[in-house]
């Protein structure tokens, strides 16, 4: 079966750091593209980043650029999400997502889903 676990959310201070996993298992996601998105509660679902199929291309939301990096490790089968410099405006319910090669900002064009992982920055 296609599954995709995030890990990493918790609770951080304004300013701190996490690091995000998106672990997969029955299949291998090497050629696949995979993307982290956010849904705060009231808002829309927004794609945060997004890695190709080859690693060589990734894609970020504006308002994390410089803040987030995507990387994948196919050996483990997973990809990361790093996060710093982190704001309360980065608390949401992090999600990510498995697409065809390339990448796509819209979460419409994805298939299979975690189940989703909470960060929440706070003093």
């Known amino acids: 079966q296609l599954q995709l676990v995030e890990s990493g959310g918790g609770l951080v201070q304004p300013g701190g750091s996490l690091r995000l996993s998106c672990a997969a298992s029955?299949?291998?996601?090497?050629?696949?593209?995979i993307g982290w998105f956010r849904q705060a509660p009231g808002k829309e679902r927004e794609g945060v980043s997004c890695i190709s199929g080859s690693g060589g291309s990734t894609n970020y939301l504006d308002s994390v650029k410089g803040r987030f990096t995507i990387s994948r490790d196919n050996a483990a089968n997973t990809v990361y999400l790093q996060m710093n410099s982190l704001k309360p405006e980065d608390t949401a319910v992090y999600y990510c997502?498995?697409?065809?090669?390339?990448?796509?900002?819209?979460?419409?064009?994805?298939?299979?889903w975690g189940q989703g992982t909470q960060v929440t920055v706070s003093s």
């Open positions: 029955g299949f291998k996601l090497d050629y696949y593209a």
């Open positions: 997502a498995v697409k065809g090669y390339y990448c796509s900002a819209n979460a419409a064009n994805f298939g299979s």
